[in-house]
């Protein structure tokens, strides 16, 4: 360790921001990166702690705490700041195939886990990662490295978000012929039209996915397995098969009036956005538009987050947010100790912008929507709503319960439901013979990733439900190690 009082000497600093009032202008990233020097220090302040628990990607109190991926972070830190850019690079790229992605999208639950963040400001783990990644490619160090040696097996990949890609990604590092089929336009996943462009620029995603193919792995697009994709002869032609499609399937509100026009999945929502963007600036106007529009969003997580931040830059006429559960504390609770994910009140980005403009947050928490009222022609004019209370049912769980007396009324002419989602797309599995859990996710052992259906494997949000980024990334190694095995006999995957 270069500073073993680093964590002292040195104030934790981050990348700046671009005001709220101007980045809402665009769709563009708005961090400003900080400097060599600057992230060099910000290395420095990494304690070497001895058990570091930012590292351990462990479940504690139904949350993960610390890196899923196992992140040397430890090392890279002290390497940063030693000035050994390319060295950590080396390290980092060993347990995560796409920093680029993590250091810009997860929520690094490796800070939370951070021993400095016990009594003062945890180390800037995410912007360190993000700024070693991106620094390789400035300086050339990350270049295709295909096999020097092929196999000849043949192995499919189905979906191209970040399991499907981390799979691909490690099968073809041992040699095995890799061909990931996506069935939309453009690759990436939910990466690509899940996470909007502010948050994660698509040309990186591109980048990406030009050094795969550069690397020898086969992309096809607009390749819809199960309808223009013949599942029979996919199992024919590959020798093996990994599902790794995502839980796409979005969550429902079945209250009265939720067949009126006006009220859209949040996915639905995004994506046409996105993809708007990417094919013409928006010009061509083939996208659910918030201009002028009282925005209802319900949902108060990430995607919520999105929802209010997409809309503020379609412009939007007004804007809440609708969040069922009660108001988090600022700071921990006695009941939620570090290392654990820390259950506190935050203020995303989507949020921060809102405030800018409009001077509060839209976020209105404990309320849950009873139904949805239309006007003469079906379109969807309010939003009813009442407060919730939070007890414990006869089993002892923590259930909502109605506030009487509390009903309201909320002008809306788009409303997008940001809830999460319920569990895979059925079709696709159905018609491979593949085995479903109890939450519609595909059956199949976290360690194995094997299915029911010969050699059919599945990992990602398909097998595990939602999740992060980087637990799909996590869970892409690990089946590729399982797909290599039942290839080889043994596996020299890490």
Known sequence: MGKPTGF?????????????????KHYKEFSIPLSKEEQEIQGARCMDCGIPFCQSGIMIGGGVSGCPVNNLIPEWNDLIHKGLWK????????????????????????????????????????????????????????????????????????????AGLAAADQINKRGHLVTVFERHDRLGGLLMYGIPNMKLDKTLIDRRINLM????????????????????????????????????????????????DGIYFAVDFLKETTKSLLDSNLEDKAYVSAEGKDVIVIGGGDTGTDCVATSLRHGCNSLVQFEIMNKLPSERGENNP?????????????????????????????????KFVGDNEGRVKEVITVDVNWEKNEK??????????????????LVLLAMGFVGAETNLPSLLGVELDERTNVKANYGEFKTNADKVFACGDVRRGQSLVVWAI???????????????????LP
């Open 396 to 413: 002892g769980f923590m259930v909502p319960k109605e506030v009487p007396g509390t009903e309201k009324s909320w002008k809306a002419d």
């Open 213 to 260: 193919k550069a690397e020898g792995i086969n992309f096809e697009v607009n390749a819809n397995v199960g309808e223009n994709v013949d599942t029979k002869e996919l199992l024919e032609n590959f020798d093996a098969v990994v599902l790794a499609c995502g839980a796409t399937n979005p969550r429902d509100l079945k209250v009265e009036g939720r067949d009126l």
């Open 474 to 492: 996590n869970e892409g190694r690990a089946c590729a190690r399982e797909v290599d095995n039942f290839l080889m006999g043994y596996t020299i």
């Open 87 to 162: 060295e950590a690079v080396r390290r980092l790229l060993k347990t995560n195939n796409f920093p680029e992605f993590t250091g810009k999208v997860c929520p690094a639950p490796c800070e939370a886990a951070c021993t400095a963040g016990i009594h003062g400001p945890a180390i800037s783990i995410k912007e360190n990662e993000c700024s070693i990644i991106e620094r390789a490619y400035e300086e050339g160090v990350i270049v295709p490295n295909p096999p020097k040696v092929r196999t000849g097996k043949k192995v499919a990949v189905i979906g191209s978000g970040p």
């Open 8 to 24: 002292l000497d040195y104030e934790r600093k981050t990348a700046g921001k671009v005001k709220p009032l101007e980045r809402i």
């Open 338 to 370: 570090w290392p654990q994910w820390p259950r506190i009140h935050k203020v995303d980005y989507g949020q921060e912008e809102f405030e800018a403009v409009h001077g509060e947050d839209p976020r209105k928490f404990a309320v849950t929507v009873k």
